[in-house]
């Protein structure tokens, strides 16, 4: 069973920056389509995604300031949030699409 694990949260203010990270147990990071999903308030919500030939993907509110990566090498998947909204207070996850197991997420909360 993969295990994921999310790192990089933490508390900042609106038009700030945060880099999330994700390991993965093991090399799946380099076939699968990998994404970062958040739970506000509601239900999980996928943020952004990309595929094993590296295409990219955004929700609407996060185009242009979100930015998904990876390194295949070291089983990771980044996300690369600037000019963070208050709206974007929430766990977030990274997971396969479609998702399996989730891992404990990490918690950006944003805050003036």
């Known amino acids: 069973q993969v295990q994921l694990v999310e790192s990089g949260g933490g508390l900042l203010q609106p038009g700030g920056s945060l880099r999330l990270s994700c390991a993965a147990s093991?090399?799946?990071?380099?076939?699968?389509?990998m994404a970062w999903y958040r739970q506000g308030q509601g239900k999980k919500e996928l943020v952004a995604s990309i595929?094993?030939?590296?295409?990219?993907t955004y929700a609407d509110d996060v185009k242009g300031r979100f930015t998904i990566s990876k390194d295949v090498a070291k089983n990771q998947v980044y996300l690369q949030m600037n000019n963070i909204k208050l709206a974007d207070t929430a766990v977030y996850y990274c997971?396969?699409?479609?998702?399996?197991?989730w891992g404990p997420g990490t918690q950006v909360t944003v805050s003036s």
């Open positions: 595929s094993r030939f590296d295409t990219t």
């Open positions: 997971n396969t699409v479609p998702s399996t197991t």
């Open positions: 093991e090399s799946i990071v380099s076939p699968l389509v």
